[in-house]
T-cell receptor, first 115, second 114 residues
Framework: AQSVTQLDSQVPVFEEAPVELRCNYS??????LFWYVQYPNQGLQLLLK??????LVESINGFEAEFNKSQTSFHLRKPSVHISDTAEYFC?????????????FGTGTRLLVSP | DGGITQSPKYLFRKEGQNVTLSCEQN?????MYWYRQDPGQGLRLIYY???????QKGDIAEGYSVSREKKESFPLTVTSAQKNPTAFYLC?????????????FGDGTRLSIL
């Protein structure tokens, strides 16, 4: 079975500073990896995903994540955060087999951006 | 615009009462899911359905029931057997086949006990 670990429950950072949100996964088979963002009292929105190919994936709002197979990690980074990035971020993993596969979520990291 | 609609946004349950949370999607997705979110625990899967008239238990199905009579609808009933129902409930949908397809989420229903 797959599992996801997000060690940091909360990450405080000042506006315009860089940030890294850590995600490690455990799986004996190949996986697809996802980052979702959740703003207060809303559902989750897909931020970016790694399926195959280039190990560095980017979102439209400046976030990027790098798939590292040897370290089983998929950390999320942004070089300069904004107040509006304050939200909870969830890493998720799914087996890359064909057919139906469940999505397994981490416990989330709350990013708090202050002026 | 295509999306997932959950209603109501807030719901209150009395002791011993069953309540039903609505989830409707117009994305033409085959698969639908119900998750429970508690602070510090992430999302836990309650039930999922890959196709109409078929559904499977997730990791925490006890005290919950679902139906899937129409492709676009997947209501969740929180029964009186669920002793700790206070949580944020999220519905999602996706294409059933192809594990590279992301899930799309509704805006959730917050359930509290009176």
């Amino acid at each position: 079975a797959q599992s996801v670990t997000q060690l940091d429950s909360q990450v405080p950072v000042f506006e315009e500073a860089p940030v890294e949100l850590r995600c490690n996964y455990s799986s004996s088979v190949s996986v697809y990896l996802f980052w979702y963002v959740q703003y207060p009292n809303q559902g989750l929105q897909l931020l970016l995903k790694y399926l195959s190919g280039s190990t560095l994936v980017e979102s439209i709002n400046g976030f990027e994540a790098e798939f590292n197979k040897s370290q089983t990690s998929f950390h999320l980074r942004k070089p300069s955060v904004h107040i509006s990035d304050t939200a909870e971020y969830f890493c998720a993993v799914r087996r890359s087999n064909t057919g139906f596969q469940k999505l397994v979520f981490g416990t989330g990291t709350r990013l708090l951006v202050s002026p | 615009d295509g999306g997932i609609t959950q209603s109501p946004k807030y719901l209150f349950r009395k002791e011993g009462q069953n309540v039903t949370l609505s989830c409707e999607q117009n994305l033409n997705h085959d698969a639908m899911y119900w998750y429970r979110q508690d602070p510090g625990q992430g999302l836990r899967l309650i039930y999922y359905s890959q196709i109409v008239n078929d559904f499977q238990k997730g990791d925490i199905a006890e005290g919950y029931s679902v139906s899937r009579e129409k492709k676009e609808s997947f209501p969740l009933t929180v029964t009186s057997a669920q002793k700790n129902p206070t949580a944020f409930y999220l519905c999602a949908s996706s294409w059933a086949w192809g594990s590279n397809q992301p899930q799309h989420f509704g805006d959730g229903t917050r359930l509290s006990i009176l």
